[in-house]
């Protein structure tokens, strides 16, 4: 009996196995819909949005599928190779559904074949199978509208805004699909932007992770983000990468540090300076005011002059005069005009003459002998006098 050696292949030279490390693609997601919930129009954004976390290994859509409200899901469920779960309702206008999806979702965790969940949905009653899902060490993800309330979005590990992958699948394929924004379903309308204030968030963030120098990782910031606040999403703020969000913000600096980026606040710097600089200004007018008020006190001590005792003001002052007589030529021509007075009054007073227009004058002889008489009377007067 002979025996057969058969010689090793030798390997092919140039094929190289390409090994993926990357622990995302080999997370397990289960994906459970709520199809009475979600729009059909949604599930292929919703999966492709998923791949970049994980591999969706099951994948599940809960309805009443006798009714013609889900009738657009079954182009959808054959496209996409989704398993659809029938569910009655058993009573009229009661839904059986979420009870049906939450079962299924317990069993998948006892089983131990998906490491991860994904609810679609934007309905609350989830809220409390997202929180038992993520106490058993499983990370759950989120996908509804914006309308979903806070209470569900808050209890998943990260949620997404179907608006805003339905947005940059829009972008992507070029199609010119419907508004979402405008768009209504289940006759909710949905909030006409993000619901999470960005400054706030961001500023938490790197203050929570920042260093001594004020500086922290990118990569940290946004962990802490994804933490703190579960339905963050930098497409929802139209960037594609938290970086390029985070470089556009006015109150935000960056820089590369080896193979990573780090940020850091820029009001902090800014703050300080505005201070600084109404604190030098009001110093600057004070100093001016105060130079001004005691220029304007000298100036007024030296109009006023250096005040002296009023009793030695009154010896000091010199004595006013008393008014000056009339000088002797004022005198002499008061006495002219008093005696031209006298002289047309008395002119005035003789009487007129007749037809002829004369008046005797009396003649200058008689007017002299009174004169004459009385110095002789005086000289008379004063020889007989006694000594």
Known sequence: MGVTLRTPRAPLVGRVTCVNTDASSST???????????????????????????????????????????TSWKHELLRN???????????????????????????????GNVEAFAIVSSDSDFTRLATRLRESGKRVFGLGRRSTPESLRRAVDQFIFLEVLQEQDRRESGSQSEDAAASTEGGEEAPAGPVINLQSALTRAVNATSGDDGWASLSQVGQHLSRAHADF????????????????????????????????????RATKRATAAPTRKKATTTKAAAAK???????????????????????????????????????????????????????????????????????????????????????????????
């Not at 059909?40 to 919703?46: D, E, S, W």
């Not at 929802?236 to 980026?261: A, I, M, N």
Request: hydrophobic letters at 30%; a neutral charge; charged letters at 30%.
């Open 233 to 268: 999403d930098p497409r929802d703020f139209g960037h594609q990468k938290l970086f390029s969000l985070v470089d556009e913000q006015p109150y935000l600096e960056t820089r590369t540090e080896g193979t990573g980026v780090q940020v850091r606040l820029r009001h902090k």
């Open 293 to 387: 008020a005691d220029g304007a006190k000298g100036e007024g001590a030296k109009s006023e002059g250096p005040q002296e005792d009023p009793g030695k003001a009154d010896e000091t002052k010199p004595a006013e005069k008393a008014p000056q007589e009339p000088p002797k030529a004022a005198k002499t021509a008061r006495a002219t005009r008093s005696a031209g007075a006298r002289k047309t009054a008395k002119a005035a007073e003789q009487p007129r003459q007749d037809d002829a227009g004369a008046t005797s004058a009396p003649e200058p002889e008689q007017a002299s002998e009174r004169p004459a008489e009385t110095r002789s009377r005086r000289a008379t007067r004063d020889v007989t006098t006694p000594a």
């Open 28 to 70: 397990r997601i289960a994906v459970l819909i709520d199809c009475d919930n979600v729009s059909a129009k949604h599930i292929g954004a919703v999966l492709e949005e998923l791949a970049s976390y994980g591999v969706p290994t099951v994948k599940r859509a809960y309805g009443d599928w006798t009714t013609t409200q889900l």
């Open 81 to 111: 190779a989704i398993q659809p779960i029938q569910q009655f309702a058993n009573t009229v206008g009661k839904n059986s559904t979420d009870s049906a999806l939450i079962i299924d979702a317990m069993d998948l965790l006892w089983q």
